[in-house]
């Protein structure tokens, strides 16, 4: 598999509104056609993981769809 390296410094994090400040928390940013960076906030300056953007939609779809529901974790 090729690797290639992406320059994200001048890339704009953003993080849920859903998020508090307790440090559990990532990261994303727009603007690399086709591909999400994720990266941890605790840690920005540390390596990030690049998701396809139809892998992230269906994630994010699912989430919305409550598919991750707590209900029923022990």
């Known amino acids: 598999m090729a690797s290639r390296k992406l320059d994200l410094s001048s890339a704009l994090w953003r993080k849920s509104s859903y998020s508090t ?12 056609p ?28 699912a989430v919305k769809s409550a598919a991750f529901s707590r209900r029923g974790a022990r």
């Open 21 to 32: 400040n307790g440090g559990e928390c990532i990261e994303i940013a727009d603007g690399i």
């Open 34 to 61: 086709g591909l999400v960076p994720v990266r941890d906030s605790k840690t920005p300056e540390g390596a990030a993981l690049f998701i396809s953007a139809p892998a992230w939609n269906t994630f994010v779809t």
